[in-house]
């Protein structure tokens, strides 16, 4: 079975080492953290040379990494090797009853040489879980299965993120990176390296901070458009706008509609939900509950028909952004066009 990915990292610092991982799923970021910690900590610089094997599956195959992992170490306890793209290696869509190399890899799992560790970095998918070596390597290897964090777990891991590297981090610094960097979880951790890098060991990570050392513009950012559009400051939302219109590379009506999708769908939930508790909304919500009372202001000003009309300007807004329109009128007319209609 899958195993949690912080209790296989706690396991590798604690130098508890099993024979073999087999890291997969559609997040790579999980992968990249367990693989690189072992590239980089099990064996010392001067034991790498002659134990530490790394791979790609474009360049090889299983029995290219079985001949290395039967090799014992030299002058070392442990030899490492690691098969990075492991999803490209051709062999695991062969029949296991006629293709050899699977069944001598069938037959390693169950019978590992303990001074290898071996690695099987397999990005962006699994392997077919009916499979019956699948189910050999959920047997016999420790496995991780990375998936893909929800735009409302985010919060929670840029927060904890934070809090690891030894930082505390407000409420709206949180908003402001989950809005501005998104799910790509390594692009985010780089992002937030960059503020902690100019911080010292437990300053509070603020609003500013991001601003300052992530670059985005104080004024002219989705989070700032969101806040004029929830108090319906039409002035500020077409000044933020003009903005993002005049700067299309850095602003991409493409990446503004889902995000715009994502507000005004928590608007319509503080509407049809029940729940009045604050925390138990933000938890409906997805967000911080620092910032529920602006989800429930917004919500006096946009009635559930008026949101309605929204949704269906934002899925035109998506199609038109694909389509010829896009080709007549350029992103920028097109952005414009959208927030005018949200406002009127």
Same mark, same amino acid.
């Given at each position: 079975?899958?195993?949690?990915?912080?209790?296989?990292?706690?396991?590798?610092?604690?130098?508890?080492?099993?024979?073999?991982?087999?890291?997969?799923?559609?997040?790579?970021?999980?992968?990249?953290?367990?693989?690189?910690?072992?590239?980089?900590?099990?064996?010392?610089?001067?034991?790498?040379?002659?134990?530490?094997?790394?791979?790609?599956?474009?360049?090889?195959?299983?029995?290219?990494?079985?001949?290395?992992?039967?090799?014992?170490?030299?002058?070392?306890?442990?030899?490492?090797?690691?098969?990075?793209?492991?999803?490209?290696?051709?062999?695991?869509?062969?029949?296991?009853?006629?293709?050899?190399?699977?069944?001598?890899?069938?037959?390693?799992?169950?019978?590992?040489?303990?001074?290898?560790?071996?690695?099987?970095?397999?990005?962006?998918?699994?392997?077919?879980?009916?499979?019956?070596?699948?189910?050999?390597?959920?047997?016999?290897?420790?496995?991780?299965?990375?998936?893909?964090?929800?735009?409302?777990?985010?919060?929670?891991?840029?927060?904890?993120?934070?809090?690891?590297?030894?930082?505390?981090?407000?409420?709206?610094?949180?908003?402001?990176?989950?809005?501005?960097?998104?799910?790509?979880?390594?692009?985010?951790?780089?992002?937030?390296?960059?503020?902690?890098?100019?911080?010292?060991?437990?300053?509070?990570?603020?609003?500013?901070?991001?601003?300052?050392?992530?670059?985005?513009?104080?004024?002219?950012?989705?989070? =700032?458009?969101?806040?004029?559009?929830?108090?319906?400051?039409?002035?500020?939302?077409?000044?933020?706008?003009?903005?993002?219109?005049?700067?299309?590379?850095?602003?991409?009506?493409?990446?503004?509609?889902?995000?715009?999708?994502?507000?005004?769908?928590?608007?319509?939930?503080?509407?049809?939900?029940? =729940?009045?508790?604050?925390?138990?909304?933000?938890?409906?919500?997805?967000?911080?509950?620092?910032?529920?009372?602006?989800?429930?202001?917004?919500?006096?000003?946009?009635?559930?028909?008026?949101?309605?009309?929204?949704?269906?300007?934002?899925?035109?807004?998506?199609?038109?952004?694909?389509?010829?329109?896009?080709?007549?009128?350029?992103?920028?007319?097109?952005?414009?066009?959208?927030?005018?209609?949200?406002?009127?």
């Amino acid at each position: 079975m899958p195993v949690a990915f912080e209790s296989v990292l706690a396991d590798l610092k604690a130098k508890k080492f099993a024979p073999i991982y087999f890291l997969q799923g559609e997040e790579p970021y999980y992968i990249d953290v367990i693989s690189d910690w072992i590239e980089q900590n099990v064996l010392t610089d001067g034991e790498k040379g002659f134990n530490q094997m790394v791979m790609y599956g474009k360049e090889t195959n299983l029995t290219g990494v079985l001949s290395n992992a039967k090799r014992f170490p030299m002058m070392s306890d442990k030899q490492v090797v690691i098969v990075k793209e492991a999803q490209e290696m051709s062999d695991w869509d062969k029949d296991i009853e006629k293709y050899a190399p699977l069944k001598q890899f069938e037959a390693y799992l169950v019978n590992p040489l303990p001074s290898t560790i071996l690695v099987f970095a397999h990005k962006y998918k699994k392997l077919d879980a009916r499979r019956s070596l699948s189910k050999k390597i959920d047997k016999h290897a420790v496995c991780i299965d990375s998936k893909k964090l929800y735009d409302n777990q985010l919060p929670d891991f840029i927060s904890q993120y934070f809090v690891n590297k030894g930082f505390k981090i407000a409420p709206k610094a949180i908003a402001l990176l989950a809005e501005h960097v998104g799910g790509n979880l390594s692009r985010l951790t780089n992002e937030s390296d960059k503020i902690i890098i100019n911080l010292k060991n437990g300053d509070l990570v603020t609003e500013d901070h991001v601003h300052n050392f992530v670059g985005i513009s104080k004024e002219y950012n989705v989070f =700032e458009l969101q806040k004029a559009l929830g108090n319906k400051n039409a002035l500020e939302a077409h000044r933020i706008v003009n903005y993002f219109a005049a700067n299309p590379k850095t602003n991409p009506l493409i990446l503004l509609i889902p995000q715009l999708f994502s507000y005004f769908s928590k608007i319509i939930l503080v509407h049809v939900s029940k =729940e009045r508790d604050e925390r138990n909304l933000a938890a409906l919500l997805g967000v911080h509950p620092f910032f529920v009372k602006d989800y429930q202001a917004a919500a006096r000003f946009y009635n559930l028909s008026k949101l309605e009309e929204i949704i269906h300007l934002l899925k035109l807004a998506d199609i038109n952004s694909k389509g010829v329109d896009a080709l007549a009128m350029g992103d920028g007319q097109l952005m414009k066009e959208l927030i005018y209609k949200i406002l009127r």
